[in-house]
């Protein structure tokens, strides 16, 4: 598997607290050897798989899961996605959690360029949660009108500030909160943002391949 970076840290988003190995899926990145992989994912009861890529590599990380699984039956995967594709044979497992984040139309394309009708429904059966980034009303309008056309369940659609900072989180809190009141939706703070906002990650940890700080 292509890897970008990797590295321990707590999660922040929905599921927030748990220590996790955080995985960047990359095809851009660098090529992982299977067992080594394996071995770093064994320590940890918890694994974020994020990044664009993720379901491009769908094959490796369906056996990473597997894997993993019948090494440590309490393994839980926090797989990240844009929901323009499923992964393959790992759908139903109790093991994995998704979070789906649809492409916004601020994010550029055609609709149907960002929002695949059966994948999302795909998703809303296997109880996806759909986390949709907002910072102003123009978003808040799209996500209402993306829920009513693909019929998502608002038990299963949170909402999330678009801030990269603590100071532009505790801003945007009060807007959030109200939206997502209004509409009947859950919401998602940026926990990460504004506990360890270096991208997340925990400072003064260090990833053993490059010894970078998290």
């Not at 100071?167 to 998602?188: D, M, Q, S």
């Amino acid at each position: 598997m292509k890897v970008r970076e990797i590295y321990p840290s707590y999660t922040g988003l929905i599921d927030v607290g748990y220590y996790a190995l955080f995985i960047n899926v990359d095809k851009q990145g660098v090529e992982m050897p299977f067992e080594t992989l394996l071995e770093k994912v064994q320590p940890f009861n918890n694994v974020v798989l994020f990044g664009e890529d993720t379901y491009k590599q769908k094959e490796d990380m369906a056996s990473l899961v597997k894997k993993s699984i019948t090494k440590n039956n309490n393994i839980m995967f926090h797989v990240h996605t844009n929901g323009m594709t499923r992964p393959i044979s790992i759908g139903n497992f109790d093991n994995v959690k998704y979070y789906i984040s649809l492409k916004m139309k601020r994010d550029g394309g055609y609709y149907e360029e960002r929002v695949n009708p059966t994948f999302v429904s795909w998703f809303i059966k296997i109880l996806g949660r759909f986390v949709f980034s907002i910072g102003n009303v123009d978003d808040v309008d799209e996500v209402n009108m993306i829920v009513q056309d693909m019929g998502i369940p608002k038990t299963q659609v949170f909402l999330t500030s678009t801030a990269t900072t603590p100071e532009l989180e505790y801003a945007n809190t009060e807007f959030v909160l109200k939206e997502a009141k209004k509409f009947g939706y859950n919401i998602a703070p940026k926990v990460c943002t504004v506990m360890w906002p270096d991208e997340g990650k925990l400072k003064g940890e260090q990833d053993d391949e490059n010894e970078e700080e998290c």
